[in-house]
């Protein structure tokens, strides 16, 4: 690794996604750490910005304690920009576009150097505690649907809302859909898209209901810290959760953060947007495969790599230069 020539030129080809909350597990880094200095640095720098150490969470702590709203956020980001970081000492090339979901769109902006990891990590850390606050434990929901498309949800989300919260949360594929909002709403829901032919209809097992409209109040806590953080123009173009967009400007991606809180992650068509930009390799850098999975219900023809660690990092790069 290192000879970064090798590489094809590939134009507008390469696109690394970063994934966000539900991607955690115990021992996550813990391999990165060992082998790439520049990913121990990472989580150093976690450690110390936080004032405990996150690092000891992610690789031996409980699964109870790194499933936390403002624990996971965190980790998840640490993780994701100590594998980034490994990367770039090992010679990767740089993108020609990032992405991240929901959370992972922080690691997508530290990334392309247009907000720091340290800014980024206490972000994080506060915008769990807050979308953890924002609403009581029982009064919201949030429910994977399977097999229906897009307008059926909406349609079945306004039916079931009857005066309360329930919307799409997440587009994740053709063939997935989350939806969030007031517990009995989300219900009425379920029972509405099972009636509709929903393959699956199913509540998940999430401390919030992240997403949607009762996110509010994180949002409004949020911005009055982002406020207050630095965010440069990017190197490299983010397609945006909010507009599924391809975005370069500190100032505008700053913004689609705050708006993010509480409205729906467009991954499915910000996987489209990339591929319509001829991008036909994806890196998901950090925990798990989760995004991979989901590219593969979009698309089936690009290649899909991750680096998690030191021998998916070797076999990410030879895949690229092969």
């Not at 991240?100 to 247009?114: F, P």
């Not at 859909?177 to 009425?188: F, K, L, P």
């Not at 994180?218 to 810290?225: H, N, S």
């Not at 467009?266 to 991979?292: C, H, I, N, Q, Y």
């Amino acid at each position: 690794m290192g000879d970064e020539s090798k590489f094809p030129d590939s134009g507008a080809g390469l696109a690394f996604l970063f994934p966000g909350q539900g991607s955690q597990s115990v021992g996550m880094g813990k391999d990165l750490f060992d082998n790439f200095g520049a990913a121990r640095e990472v989580f150093e720098e976690a450690d110390e910005a936080l004032g405990f150490s996150l690092s000891e969470m992610c690789f031996s702590g409980t699964e109870e304690d790194l499933a936390l709203t403002a624990n996971t956020q965190p980790a998840i980001l640490t993780t994701s920009i100590a594998a980034f970081r490994a990367m770039k000492s090992e010679g990767f090339p740089s993108p020609d576009f990032v992405a991240g979901h929901s959370l992972g769109e922080y690691s997508a902006l530290v990334a392309a150097g247009s907000l720091s990891f340290s800014d980024a990590v206490q972000a994080v850390r506060k915008r769990g505690t807050y979308m953890q606050e924002a609403v009581p434990v029982g009064v919201g929901a949030m429910a994977a649907i399977i097999g229906l498309p897009l307008e059926t949800v909406e349609i079945a989300c306004a039916e079931a809302a009857e005066g309360e919260i329930c919307s799409p949360a997440n587009i994740n594929s053709p063939a997935q859909i989350v939806i969030a909002g007031n517990s009995a709403a989300v219900d009425r829901a379920i029972e509405l898209l099972k009636e509709r032919g929903a393959k699956r209809a199913i509540r998940l097992n999430v401390s919030a209901p992240f997403h949607c409209a009762l996110m509010k109040p994180a949002q409004d806590r949020l911005a009055a810290d982002l406020e207050n953080v630095g965010f440069a123009d990017l190197e490299f173009p983010l397609v945006e959760n909010v507009s599924a967009e391809p975005n370069s400007s500190g100032e505008r991606a700053r913004d689609a953060l705050i708006t993010q809180v509480s409205s729906p992650v467009r991954w499915a068509p910000s996987m489209e947007t990339l591929l319509a930009e001829d991008v036909t390799a994806f890196v998901e850098v950090g925990s798990g495969k989760v995004l991979a999975g989901l590219l593969r219900q979009i698309n089936r023809d690009v290649i899909c790599l991750n680096v998690e660690s030191a021998d998916s990092l070797r076999k990410s790069f030879e895949s690229l230069m092969s």
